[in-house]
């Protein structure tokens, strides 16, 4: 095998074994060159794979943005009741996102190596699983919703919105973990459509719906905060509905049925191999955010409102990166299933290339346009005096974070996600917490501070990814598929139709 110890160390070797390379690293020169006609061809498919989950995620920015807006108005005490329970919720949801990670591998190589059945398998065994993952995390946040803004800091006059914000929050987290499996599950296949036309509709729900909700129209009463939760709670069951009327539908590679249907351990196995890293990636990025948050949330209601915002507007320019960042995952997962690293590499670049391009463009909008975009915030002249210098030196980080998310996203298509995992702890623990605590109880810098220290682990992040995606060991990355289970053979059997290896649900 392979020598990675270079890469991990001992210690992580000891915790997370790595998957086999069985092969030696080959020489850039040893690569085949890709034909021009081929490169035209893996332009187009990273273009038709990104648009739409590009689309999906600017829209998922444009309506945090709407709400963010629409409790704006209400004041700086109801954005950080919003704003609180956020961190705490994403830090919940990392076991269901790592999971997803797994399945989108995993069905990205099968159908890579023409397995569709497999896909299948790995797909309602996931579906299952991250329905059980739901409702144990809706109990627990229901049952500490006080205690977790409380420990967040928020102040006496915050609480009681925030955590009656936080029990609605956590009614949706079942219908968020089978809902988001079916879509992750359709990204693996090369269906990028679906998720979007669901989120689209989705997210102009918590427009629609928060509207008349928060500010009350007619007989519907005037909820302010929790109209929002009401509406995040509604635009997500509608997400469920959906989703699971496209899984069980029987055209397409995934289908969602449970006839015959039996736990395949290997099939596991394999998916939590790729997601446990990946799991502990998002705990300890979300965990290292909800201390950062915590040290922000000291600085008083309306720093943290600033802050708040800030986020909401610097994710018009990550979120369009994590959308190319799924079309790297998709194309390298299933150009290695298909036996093609050149191919998964200068796919994974012409990502990068595209998610550049709409960096550098909203790094001019942050530079130039700032204050215009706080003022769709805000009235509020202290938290626009505290923004409008962040977002000039946020500015300057849009061009690094946008290749580290794409080429992290490549990294997780080849089942390396023990890479991204060591960035982020680098990245979160090491940089960003270390230079907050400096800058915010000993330099005492307020909101510029936080930003310092946000801006400097992103940067440290883009040179770790840079360096480890050049290295290239991730291209001789061997994904052992398991043998199909029982009820697999009685698919084949005749019990279920086979589709065309890369034909997607839609």
């Given at each position: ?9 001992s ?10 390379i069985?092969?030696?690293?080959p020489?850039?020169?040893?690569m ?13 498919e ?16 444009l ?11 209400l004041?700086?005490a109801?954005?950080?009741?919003v704003?609180?329970p ?24 099968s159908?890579g190596?023409?397995?569709?059945e ?6 309602r ?17 229901w ?13 006496a ?5 925030s ?10 987290i ?16 090369g269906d ?6 669901i989120t ?10 928060g ?16 109209g ?10 509608y ?15 995934l ?20 997601s ?17 948050i915590?040290a ?7 720093t943290?409102?600033?802050h ?5 507007i610097?994710s ?33 670049y ?6 550049l ?5 909203m ?11 706080l003022?769709?915030f805000?009235?509020?002249p ?13 500015a300057f980080?849009q061009?690094?974070q ?6 992290a996203?490549g990294l ?8 991204p ?7 979160i623990w ?20 936080a ?19 050049k ?10 598929l ?25």
């Amino acid at each position: 095998m392979y020598d990675i110890s270079g890469i991990y160390g001992s210690w992580f070797l000891t915790l997370f074994p790595p998957i086999n390379i069985t092969r030696p690293l080959p020489k850039r020169s040893d690569m085949p060159a890709i034909d021009p006609e081929r490169q035209r061809n893996l332009r187009l498919e990273v273009w038709r794979l990104s648009v739409p989950a590009v689309v999906e995620m600017v829209l998922a920015s444009l309506v945090s943005i709407a709400n963010m807006m629409m409790v704006g108005r209400l004041g700086a005490a109801s954005i950080t009741a919003v704003g609180l329970p956020q961190q705490p919720f994403m830090f919940a949801m990392a076991l269901v996102i790592a999971l997803n990670v797994g399945t989108t591998a995993i069905i990205a190589r099968s159908i890579g190596a023409g397995r569709p059945e497999l896909a299948r398998q790995a797909f309602r065994q996931n579906w299952v699983l991250s329905g059980f993952v739901g409702l144990f995390l809706a109990l627990v946040f229901w049952c500490l919703a006080r205690s977790i803004v409380i420990f967040m800091g928020a102040e006496a006059e915050v609480v009681d919105l925030s955590a009656g914000y936080l029990r609605l929050m956590s009614l949706s987290i079942p219908f968020f973990t089978l809902s988001s499996t079916v879509l992750a599950a359709l990204r693996g296949a090369g269906d990028t459509r679906s998720p979007m036309f669901i989120t689209i509709v989705a997210n102009s729900l918590i427009v629609i719906l928060g509207l008349p909700l928060i500010y009350g129209l007619g007989p519907i009463p005037r909820l302010e905060v929790a109209g929002a939760g009401w509406a995040l709670l509604l635009a997500r069951l509608y997400m469920v509905t959906a989703s699971t009327y496209i899984a069980i539908r029987p055209q397409g590679v995934l289908r969602l049925y449970v006839r015959g249907w039996r736990l395949n351990g290997a099939l596991l196995r394999q998916t939590l191999l790729i997601s446990l890293p990946s799991a502990a990636e998002q705990a300890l990025l979300q965990a290292g955010l909800v201390l950062f948050i915590k040290a922000v949330a000291g600085m008083g209601t309306v720093t943290f409102a600033a802050h708040q915002i800030l986020c909401n507007i610097q994710s018009l320019s990550w979120q369009p990166a994590m959308g190319f960042a799924v079309a790297a995952t998709t194309m390298t997962g299933q150009r290695l299933g298909a036996g093609k690293p050149d191919e998964a590499e200068y796919a994974v670049y012409q990502a990068q290339n595209f998610a550049l391009i709409i960096a550098f463009s909203m790094a001019m909008v942050f530079m130039f346009c700032g204050r215009p975009l706080l003022l769709l915030f805000t009235n509020d002249p202290n938290i626009i005096e505290k923004s409008v210098s962040v977002l000039r030196m946020v500015a300057f980080i849009q061009p690094f974070q946008a290749i580290q998310i794409v080429q992290a996203g490549g990294l997780r298509g080849a089942g390396a996600t023990r890479l991204p995992l060591v960035s982020t702890v680098c990245g979160i623990w090491v940089v960003r917490n270390t230079i907050a605590q400096l800058t915010l109880n000993v330099l005492h810098m307020d909101l510029i501070g936080a930003w310092i220290a946000l801006a400097s682990d992103q940067f440290s992040r883009y040179l770790f990814i840079q360096y480890l995606f050049k290295r290239g060991r991730w291209k001789l990355m061997e994904m052992q598929l398991p043998a199909p289970g029982r009820n697999l053979k009685h698919a084949q059997a005749g019990h279920e139709v086979d589709c065309p290896a890369g034909q997607a649900n839609g």
